[in-house]
């Protein structure tokens, strides 16, 4: 569904990343997992054009959506193209970017009335469906600043199905949580994919990565270190770097050393 | 006393300097969106117009523009009653100084607002005008209040150009009877006006707040 050839991105002179190839199929939970500056968070906003590569190719549904060489954008696809693209990807942020202006529901039916045009009645039918999925009906019609943590990263959850994406990208999910609230947003995410969505997961959640996740991709200066199946990889990492990094990961040190 | 001619005076006066405020900071904000919305822009072109238009209307008297309206405009043909040419120069001036407080009320929202926008599909205005426009409301209502405030005593600028607004219908009346207590009716009254708006930004204000 998503590929990636030789990916670079850099920020003036710091180089992010360094020549990512990637592969996404359907229904894969992809956890990224890697050392801050690694460019984990990079790679995602590439996907979704929040960020412009300098160079490679990005491919959604086998279709050409960004090239570039030399930091300079090949293909000009006109802005609604892209748009209609991006909206395929569903995105989640570390700090949850909620509208604070809206009620709970008008944050989930919005894009799909703004951007999809659908009918009033339809986008809250759906959104109510959604909301209850992830177990906040009864908070409709609150305002965002009344959450918790938890609770609003839900909601953005909610917000992202809302568009049905075909592929949901999370960064960092639950780094802003309170320890206490992080057990709900992965509990969300858990079913997410038992139903079958590709995802695509920035995390610090090993623990999630190893019984949710269908691959592990570790990486470091970016690079693409290593990737393996979630059970090989963290019990036997075959790299030096992605050993060093899980021994200093707590509760992860005790199986790898 | 005062006859009730003089108090009809004085409540026409008002009734002029009302009606040059309101009309005034209504197209000030529409201009000064605009504008902001210019100087956001990465179009180089379109931020240096609205630059070059702000650097000016920012750095010359209002009473020189409103002369420039009224009494130079016409040597290009562009003939204005009192009236109209006392509203243009108002909301020009208006305009320049709330573009730069709009900008920096758009500016100051989190940036994390247009990319949850642009994750979600929607188009560089669409995510302006829905999202992040309508958050930088409660960040414009005090200075927008103010600006209101500045115009309504700025606005007896416009007596230059012989408009009977309120200082001007005082002033004629404190001549004609050689009484200066005319002055004090008028003071009353810009008091009252400007009390009031105090008071109705404050009320807006507090209901704006309720989802921060």
Known sequence: MIKLKNIYKSFGQLEVLKGI??????????CVIGPSGSGKSTLLRCLNQLERITSGDIYINGELIDHAEEG??????????ISEVCAELGMV???FNLFPHMTVLE????????????GKKEAEDYALDLLDRVGLLDKKDEYPSRLSGGQQQRVAIARALAMRPQIMLFDEPTSALDPE??????????KLAEEGMTMIVVTHEMGFAEEVGTRVIFMDEGKIVEQDDPKKFFAHPKTERAKAFLGKMPGVYSRTS | MLTSKQVIALLQGAGSTLQLTLLAIVFGIVLGLFLALGRISRNKIINTICWIYIWIFRGTPLLLQILVVYYALPQYGIMLDAFPSAIIALSLNSGAYLAETIRAAIQSIDKGQM???????MSYYQAMFKVIIPQSYRRLIPPVGNEMIMLLKDSSLVSAIGMAELLRNAKV???????AVFYVYAAVIYLFFTSLLTLMFQRLEKRYSIYE
Do not use: Y
């Open chain 1, 21 to 30: 190839d990637l592969d996404i199929h359907k229904s894969e939970v992809v």
């Open chain 1, 72 to 81: 300079k954008n090949q293909l000009h696809l006109p802005q609604k193209k």
């Open chain 1, 93 to 95: 942020f570390q700090r």
């Open chain 1, 107 to 118: 944050n989930v039916t919005c894009a799909p009335v703004m951007v999809k045009k659908e």
């Open chain 1, 181 to 190: 609230l992080v057990g709900e947003v992965l509990e969300v995410m858990k």
């Open chain 2, 115 to 121: 990319e949850a926008s642009k994750a979600l599909g």
């Open chain 2, 173 to 179: 009346m404190a001549n004609s009877s050689a009484d």
